[in-house]
């Protein structure tokens, strides 16, 4: 793990069972940052989301490849960063889910990119084809809160 006043990483291995350790690594943070535990609970879960797809979509269960998730803490906005050198994701290919129809079918999996969306303020994906796929995730804090 390295550190900085206001940046924090932590590189884990493209495994189901490291996820808890992002989890908690994230957790931690969005709790000294000041977000209460519902709004914890649901940055941990965009994070979670965003790291399972990569070990499912970007390096297809291969389970020794490197997954980063770095943290900045910059006025009232926490943003995870998360980057992975697996297949290119295109987020513009990606269409709405229908969740009448998903939830009718009783499917499963297939709304990560959705829950990132509706947990997190900004969602942004840079891929970089033969080298780094990274996506942004920002959650600002309340304003009752105050910083």
Do not use: W
């Not at 709004?39 to 020794?64: G, M, R, S, W």
């Not at 990560?112 to 920002?138: A, S, T």
């Amino acid at each position: 793990m390295t550190t900085s006043p206001q940046h924090m990483s932590k590189t884990v291995q493209s495994r189901t069972d490291k996820l808890s350790e992002i989890r908690d690594f994230v957790a931690g943070l969005a709790r000294r940052y000041g977000f209460a535990e519902d709004d914890v609970a649901n940055i941990v879960l965009a994070v979670d989301e965003a790291c399972t797809n990569i070990i499912k979509h970007a390096y297809q269960f291969a389970p020794d490849k490197p997954i980063e998730v770095s943290v900045a803490m910059r006025g009232d906005a926490f943003e995870v960063t998360v980057i992975d050198e697996g297949r290119a994701f295109d987020p513009a290919a990606l269409h709405s889910p229908d969740l009448k129809e998903h939830l009718t079918h009783y499917r499963r999996g297939g709304l990560g990119v959705y829950l990132m969306k509706k947990l997190m303020d900004e969602v942004e994906y840079r891929i970089q084809p033969g080298q780094k796929n990274l996506v942004r995730l920002v959650k600002h804090l309340p304003h009752a809160h105050g910083r």
